[in-house]
């Protein structure tokens, strides 16, 4: 079953910030955070595993509650570069293995 | 920065041709993986592959998917007869451990 994202759509201003969340009806071991822009690939942003840990870089960075089955992922400052849709994937095991993807969030950050 | 590479970028077929998609992986990743992007839609597991063999695959990759690794470099994805809901993105993804790395992906139109 695949996790749940929200908000679906989120329109800032550049230098507004803006948390995004995942969650997942099982227990998970890792949560992976990719951007994708229009027309591109997903690009990978960061991976949080089972432990509860936080991560982060630059202005972005994530959490993931192991307990709850939900990630979040936040955005501070935002810049235009930013815009695009952000999927969470999950993984239900240690190592490689599929990610199962959420429906998206839309981001778009105007000047 | 070593990257997934996939060609072609874009294939227009006709429906009940046959099509191959390829990719060639980062060079020191153990497993691979094809996911498909409907447009407009999330993105969706089709088959993972380790060891010169399947080890997962989707309800989407019935018989009418295969999957191949030829030689120590190309990994491809050979759909046969398509239809036109196969229309979409498809990406391929390596991986040796936990972070999958994604290609720039085959925009597929079946007309």
């Known amino acids: 079953q695949q996790p749940v994202q929200s908000p679906q759509a989120v329109i800032l201003r550049e230098g507004e910030d803006a948390v995004i969340n995942c969650s997942s009806s099982?227990?998970?071991?890792?949560v992976h955070w990719y951007r994708q822009k229009h027309g591109e690939a997903p690009v990978f942003l960061m991976i949080?595993?089972?432990?509860?840990e936080q991560k982060g870089h630059d202005k972005i960075s994530a959490s993931f509650n192991e307990k709850k089955q939900q990630s979040s992922l936040y955005l501070t400052a935002s810049q235009l570069s930013y815009s695009g849709t952000y999927f969470c994937?999950?993984?239900?095991?240690?190592?490689?293995?599929?990610?199962?993807f959420g429906q998206g969030t839309r981001l778009t950050i105007n000047p | 920065e070593p990257e997934v590479t996939q060609t072609p970028s874009h294939q227009v077929t006709q429906m009940g041709q046959e099509v191959i998609l390829r990719c060639v992986p980062i060079?020191?990743?153990?497993?691979f993986y094809w996911y498909r992007q409907i447009l407009g839609q999330k993105v969706e597991f089709l088959v993972s592959?380790?060891?010169?063999?399947?080890?997962?695959k989707s309800e989407i990759f019935d018989d009418q998917f295969s999957v191949e690794r030829p030689d120590g470099s190309n990994f491809t994805l050979k759909i046969r007869s398509t239809k036109l809901e196969d229309s979409a993105m498809y990406f391929c993804?390596?991986?040796?451990?936990?972070?999958?790395?994604f290609g720039q992906g085959t925009r597929l139109t079946v007309v």
């Open positions: 993804a390596s991986t040796l451990n936990t972070e999958a790395f």
């Open positions: 099982k227990a998970l071991y890792s």
């Open positions: 949080l595993l089972k432990g509860g």
């Open positions: 994937g999950t993984g239900l095991i240690q190592g490689a293995q599929k990610l199962v």
């Open positions: 060079s020191n990743h153990l497993y």
């Open positions: 592959f380790y060891n010169n063999e399947i080890s997962e």
